[in-house]
């Protein structure tokens, strides 16, 4: 009896991810149905690939034999797939992305949505992380991250961006607790503290005339989502560090006021990144050649900030 792909698909995603949950959410389909169809397939090859209990999954013994002979396969049989897609006339399917979640609100209005406006028929499947991936491991299709931080083996597409963070505070907080002058007056401030993906809490980074300071800022709150930290220092419960994208419009509009901007570090740029393809889907080919076209134009003319 022969299986499916689909099938080899399910078992390959429980080998990656060592769990049916993360399985079914990065295929869009329910535990249950990716729980038959692993069943099914080990129904269909009389032995059982995963040893399963409540609290994990791992292979077996012929599970792993399994595996490392069939993924290749499977890659094989995919990359074919994708050089009849590369021959579509209009681009259709789905591209995965892997982005920092400022990464991804950055280029969200500036290039997913306008792709999409361009290519209606195209998927793009978002997923935000603020650990670095391996987005090939991961079945990405592309990643976003701080040029400096895109890995070696990879090709990179600067996306021109300017980018810096900014200190910021309601005018009314700013009237009741002064004005900070130097990084050091934030001891006597309430600030919204942020905690990184690994636990730790970060340290707001500043310089000015080569001289580096990076400040272990007080507060009554600890965020780690950037629409909690806006919310929170748009009702003035404090001073912000935020990524300028995310706040642009309430400076413009005067419901926050940035201060230290002598002070404020800029960032690297945005870079779109990828494995190198032989095959690439029309679908890809048009992302990065829409990516390409909308950070040309995004270049600055002068110095470049961030």
Request: proline share 6%.
């Amino acid at each position: 009896m022969r299986s499916d792909l689909a099938e080899l698909d399910a078992v390959l995603m429980v080998a990656r991810h060592g769990k049916f949950r993360a399985a079914a959410l990065e295929l869009g389909v329910s535990t249950t149905a990716l729980s038959n169809a692993v069943s099914k397939l080990e129904r269909t090859l009389g032995v059982r690939l995963f040893n399963r209990t409540t609290r994990s999954v791992s292979l077996t013994e012929a599970g792993q034999q399994f595996v490392a002979q069939v993924a290749p396969a499977v890659r094989d049989i995919q990359e074919a797939m994708d050089a009849a897609r590369a021959r579509q006339a209009t681009p259709s399917g789905t591209l995965r992305i892997n982005a920092f979640p400022t990464a991804a609100r950055e280029i969200f209005s500036s290039l997913v949505l306008p792709f999409l406006r361009a290519h209606p028929q195209i998927h793009i499947d978002i997923v935000t992380e603020g650990r670095l991936v391996d987005i090939v491991a991961g079945g990405f299709d592309l990643g976003v991250r701080s040029a400096d931080l895109v890995p070696a083996d990879m090709i990179a597409l600067p996306l021109g961006l300017a980018r810096r963070n900014v200190v910021v505070a309601t005018p009314s907080y700013l009237n009741a607790r002064g004005t900070p002058l130097i990084p050091q007056d934030l001891a006597e401030h309430s600030c919204l503290r942020v905690r990184l993906p690994n636990g730790a809490i970060y340290r707001w980074p500043f310089e000015k005339d080569g001289q580096t300071v990076q400040i272990d800022v007080g507060g009554s709150i600890t965020l780690d989502e950037a629409s909690l930290a806006r919310t929170a220092v748009l009702a003035s419960a404090g001073l912000a560090l935020m990524m300028e994208s995310d706040v642009r419009d309430d400076i413009e509009a005067g419901r926050l006021t940035r201060v230290l901007e002598e002070w404020t570090p800029t960032l690297s740029p945005l870079a779109l990144y990828y494995p190198s393809r032989r095959n690439p889907t029309a679908a890809f080919k048009a992302f990065i050649e829409f990516a390409r076209r909308q950070g040309a134009a995004a270049e600055p003319k002068g110095p470049v900030i961030g």
